[in-house]
C-alpha cells in the first residue's frame, strides 16, 4: 500500500520560531509537493521538487524554504513562523512520467501563535 | 496555463438524493482530470480521473464524472448520496507536466 507520511498532525509554535516539517514517501516517486490548504482557497502549491536537491517555487514560496536531500524525504521549513502562516500544509508526491497522479499525506495544522 | 473553478463552495443535500458537483477548467493544452476527496481531519484521496478514452469514468463507492471536452468541464455525479460522502471535493487539472491546478473545493453536505 502506498504511503505518504508526515512528521506531525498538529503543531503549535510560537511567533518568530524555526519550524520543521517533514514528509516521507515509500513509492519512490521522483516528485514531491508541499500545499497549504486555507477556507475557500483550495490547495496552493508552496514549492515542488523534481529530484534529490532540485527544487521549484511554487505559488506561495514567500516565507517558506524547503530541502530533499534524499529521495524518499522533503522537509518543509519556516524560517521564522507568523500568525498568517496558520494553515493546514498537505505533502504530496507523484511519479515524473505516467498519469500525474498525487499521493497525499494526512496533513500537518500548524498553529502559530 | 491552467485554471479550474468549482461553482459552488458548498452543497446540502439530503441522503438518498443525487447530487452533482461542477467543474469548469481552462487550459490551452489536452488535459488529464481527477477528482480528489477529503474526509475531516484527512488528507486528500484520489476518487476518480479522466486520461483519455471513455469520457465517462466511474468510482468504486458510486460516484461517476464526464469529461466534456467542448463545455470544458468535468462534473461529478451520484445518483444517490450516504451520510459518509460527507467530505470536501476537489477537481484538479494536468496539462501534462508535474503539476496538478486544484479548485477551491466543494464541501458535500449530507443530511439525514
Known amino acids: 500500500d502506498v504511503k505518504v507520511t508526515q512528521s506531525s498532525r498538529y503543531l503549535v509554535k510560537r511567533t518568530g520560531e524555526k519550524v520543521f516539517l517533514e514528509c516521507v514517501q515509500d513509492m519512490d516517486h521522483e516528485n514531491m509537493f508541499w500545499y497549504r490548504q486555507d477556507p475557500g482557497l483550495g490547495l496552493r502549491l508552496i514549492y515542488f521538487?523534481?529530484?534529490?536537491?532540485?527544487?521549484e517555487k511554487g505559488d506561495i514560496p514567500e516565507g517558506y524554504s524547503v530541502s530533499r536531500e534524499k529521495k524518499e524525504r522533503f522537509s518543509l521549513i519556516l524560517e521564522s513562523a507568523s500568525t498568517n502562516q496558520t494553515s493546514m500544509y498537505l505533502c504530496?508526491?507523484?511519479?515524473?512520467?505516467?498519469?500525474?497522479?498525487?499521493?497525499f499525506g494526512p496533513g500537518t495544522r500548524l498553529t502559530v501563535t | 496555463a491552467q485554471s479550474v473553478t468549482q461553482l459552488d463552495s458548498q452543497v446540502p443535500v439530503f441522503e438518498e438524493a443525487p447530487v452533482e458537483l461542477r467543474c469548469n477548467y481552462s487550459s490551452s493544452v489536452s488535459v488529464y482530470l481527477f477528482w480528489y476527496v477529503q474526509y475531516p481531519n484527512q488528507g486528500l484521496q484520489l476518487l476518480l480521473k479522466y486520461l483519455s478514452g471513455s469520457t465517462l469514468v466511474e468510482s468504486i463507492n458510486g460516484f461517476e464524472a464526464e469529461f466534456n471536452k467542448s463545455q470544458t468541464s468535468f462534473h461529478l455525479r451520484k445518483p444517490s448520496v450516504h451520510i459518509s460522502d460527507t467530505a470536501e471535493y476537489f477537481c484538479a487539472v494536468s496539462g501534462g507536466g508535474n503539476m496538478l491546478t486544484f479548485g477551491g473545493g466543494t464541501r458535500l453536505m449530507v443530511k439525514p
Open positions: 521538487s523534481y529530484d534529490v536537491k532540485m527544487k
Open positions: 504530496a508526491s507523484s511519479l515524473v512520467a505516467g498519469e500525474r497522479e498525487q499521493y
